[in-house]
């Protein structure tokens, strides 16, 4: 066993990034530079440099020490993470301070790395990146609001086009509309009155990026009680953010409900932060919001990575990294993948290429969970999946992996609760029923070991379910395994058959 598996880390060198931005400066270390970042550190400053930029032309003096403090905090912590791979970028604030170049100098000392200065060009395209790498065919138009400017980049099928910066940050609009977000909504009116790129985006979707944003969907999702504590790929219906904007515009923001979930530094810019998305929504009447976690800085790892790596699919990718990390016999997913192959092709169960998909995931995930108490490993399956730091995959798919990743281990529905069903649709909670159930039988022969499973087919065959066993492998042939081919016979429908040769 390899070092880094012994201490529970994937072989590859890992990575950070220093993002300086115009509200906050953020620290982000990756396990590795791969198709799919894992985050392993995370944390920001909420400095706000770029508060005054729009009238004084100037960065603070108060926030640039708190930036270079934090600069100086968080080349403590690469060092101490022993990660010297640490690439530094600065945005709009910077950017656009007559004294950004001077700042540029000193945090350049402070953090023991060169800084470059992204263009509104480039931090457009990284942002757009960020998220078509992220979405599963991204299509629509990604904007990135920062603190000092509003990126917007048009996205087709996962490839990003070329992108536009607009002065419509939440400091930007602060210190424009002297904090009046009524003035704010008239300056974003204007601006974005003659943004031909919005005009492409009716009945398409709208890829918000940015801690403001962020911040509105998470009150957005406490308030509605959302049953998946994940941000990435959350999606508000157009009439729905509309009026949830409106509500944040109109309302002292500390007497929303769930506030409390939005850090008291972040408050004051959501009024800003909406009134920018309504005025979008307004012109540019997208079919949908789709809240992104991922921008500038996942989209400047993916521009970095090998034509080969990018090419790769970022959920079958994480899938592979839990396999390998947390399963019995790693080798054995990839054989349960080609077993349930032959299974579903020989069944009524049709398929397209998003079917495919999501199950190889279910069967790169289907034994991460093994070293739970049995009576836990369903449940504690289906929280690791829910939780995952995955990616290219929306909240119904992410929802059915845990479903079938739990029903591998439980045939009951004890742990099938309202909000967990509430994300799938009929079909989904059918097929994350009739695949758990497969698993059930397949690991019930194959002890979790690879080489089993391609020579022990279940079929179906004129209205029965035939498990065929070789003869060594005829002991198998248990009360116990008849019991779970009927449990899946109930599933998919017909009558269950071992067939041992003597």
Known sequence: MSEDKAQGR????????VDIGSNSVRLVAYESHSRAPTPTFNEKALCGLGRGVATTGLLPEDAVAKALAALQRFRVLCD??????????????????ANGPQFLALAERAIGREIALLSGTQEARYAALGVASSIHRADGVVGDLGGGSLELTDVRQGTAGSGLTLPLGGLSLMDLSERSPKKAARIVRETLAGVKMLQGLPGRTFYAVGGTWRALARLHMRQRQYPMNVMHNYVIPTADAVEFARLVERVEVDALMAIEAVSAQRRPLLA????????????????????????????????????????EDPLIVSAQEFNRLRARAPGHAEELYEWTSRLMQSSHLAEDEQDRRLRRAVCLLSDISWRAHPDYRGTQAYDLVANAAFIGIDHPSRAFLALAAAYRHLSNEDFVTPQSRALVSARQLDRARILGGAMR?????????????????????????????????APLSSDRLQSRMRQFARLIGGDPEIRASM
């Open 10 to 17: 994937l072989p590859g060198t890992p990575v950070a990034i």
């Open 272 to 311: 800003y932060g909406a009134a920018v998305l309504e005025e979008i929504i307004r012109v540019a009447a997208p079919k949908e919001i789709v809240v992104s976690a991922l921008g500038v800085r996942e989209g400047l790892l993916y521009s970095q990575l090998p034509p080969e790596a990018q090419a």
């Open 441 to 473: 039988v397949a690991y019930n022969i194959s002890a979790a070991m690879p080489g089993v499973l391609p020579r022990a087919p279940m079929t179906c065959e004129k209205g029965r379910i035939v498990l065929r066993l070789p003869a060594d492998l």
């Open 80 to 97: 101490t993470m022993g990660i010297s791979d640490v690439r530094g970028i600065a945005t709009a604030a910077v950017r656009d301070a």
